[in-house]
């Protein structure tokens, strides 16, 4: 799942997943981001990963990451940030509320892929 605000970024995001395997679901904010999970949720297809952005109207990233680890439903999900938000007490608050991982804008796709291999979520680092 790609929750970003940016449609571009979306896109941009969506592309690297694809490419990596993934089917990937997009919301435009965090409140939108839950509904798509309830949504997954019923058709018991729950997302195993989300890139978030932090800041988004309605519900920011941080928001949305506290929300899903604070549902037990979703405590498998990896959650990885992918802002503009630099500074390291930002950091520190999204890897506290249960990011899993913290990608600044901008990125390259190869980042992007880097991170998945260290947390184990692209099919070719699963084989072991």
């Known amino acids: ?6 449609r571009a970024m979306r896109m941009i995001l969506k592309r690297i997943l694809t490419t990596e ?50 549902d037990a439903r979703y405590g498998d999900m990896t959650l990885m940030m992918v802002t503009t938000e630099s500074e390291h007490s930002q950091i520190v608050r999204a890897l506290a509320a249960g990011a899993h991982e913290y990608v600044i804008k ?17 099919p070719e680092s699963r084989i072991a």
């Open 1 to 6: 799942m790609v929750v970003d605000d940016s």
């Open 106 to 122: 901008p990125f390259t796709g190869d980042g992007i892929v880097e991170k998945l291999d260290l947390m184990g979520l692209r």
């Open 21 to 70: 395997g993934f089917s990937v679901s997009e919301a435009g904010n965090g409140r939108e981001a839950l509904d798509v999970l309830e949504t997954l949720g019923a058709e018991d297809t729950t997302p195993e990963l989300a890139l978030v952005d932090w800041n988004m109207p309605e519900m920011n990233g941080l928001e949305f990451i506290k929300a899903v680890r604070g």
